[in-house]
């Protein structure tokens, strides 16, 4: 059972290149998220879906961009990567309902020079 | 949006218990989490409060009171591997979680 699959697992990326990072899920959840994780700031929400189809922005939303073309995929974006996108990535999944716990990946490095 | 405090890092003592506050201001309440994250690896859920009162779950319980936007992590019988960060979260009504920047809770021996 894989979960949430994320791909590249670390990535180094010269700046003003186009990047785009996978998430795959396996457990049909209408909700998937993306976040950034830098020190001292904790998780940030860049973008999400509720469900395919459909995306919002969320708390720091610019220099992204994501689709959601079916359920189980919500690649993430990076048109032209600067160095303050240097970061660790993480794509959730969540049901819903009460809990709605989210489902994290391992997460992806990116590092921009 | 949300605002969320906790505080950054705590040390203790194997075998003892250690509390960690959350407190928050937000636009509309919809639940409250905690999750573990040990260094370079994922978050993992922890509890879940969306009224007030105590969760527990075996050596950790979580604490809500709504009223006061005021959250606690509890860690009873601490051990080695409970050394990590703690990250308290708050949902939203769109069902969007905000996470604070963290607690690293450092256990000694």
């Known amino acids: 059972i894989a979960g949430i699959t994320q791909a590249p697992t670390s990535q180094i990326l010269a700046a003003g290149r186009r990047m785009t990072l996978r998430c795959t899920q396996d457990?049909?959840?209408?909700?998937m998220y993306w976040y950034r994780q830098d020190l001292g700031l904790g998780l940030r929400l860049i973008h999400y879906s509720n469900t395919a189809g459909t995306t919002g922005k969320g708390e720091v939303p610019d220099g992204y961009s994501v689709s959601r073309a079916n359920t189980d995929d919500f690649p993430l974006t990076l048109a032209s990567a600067v160095p303050s996108q240097t970061s660790v990535y993480f794509c959730?999944?969540?049901?819903?309902?009460?809990?709605?716990?989210?489902?994290f990946g391992e997460g992806s490095r990116l590092t921009v020079l | 949006g949300q605002n969320i405090d906790q505080p950054t890092e705590m040390t203790a003592t194997e075998g003892a218990i250690v509390q960690i506050n959350c407190t928050y201001q937000?636009?509309?309440?919809?639940?409250l989490f905690w999750y573990q994250q040990h260094a370079g690896e994922a978050p993992t859920f922890l509890s879940y409060n969306v009224l007030d009162g105590l969760e527990e779950k075996g050596r950790f319980s979580s604490f809500l009171s709504r009223s006061k936007g005021y959250s606690y992590l509890l860690l009873k019988e601490l051990q080695m591997k409970d050394s990590a960060s703690y990250l308290c979260?708050?949902?939203?009504?769109?069902?969007?979680?905000?996470f604070g920047a963290g607690t690293t809770v450092t256990v000694r021996a």
């Open positions: 457990m049909r959840h209408n909700a």
């Open positions: 937000t636009s509309g309440f919809n639940g």
């Open positions: 979260a708050v949902r939203d009504r769109d069902y969007k979680l905000s």
């Open positions: 959730a999944s969540s049901e819903a309902g009460d809990t709605g716990e989210l489902f």
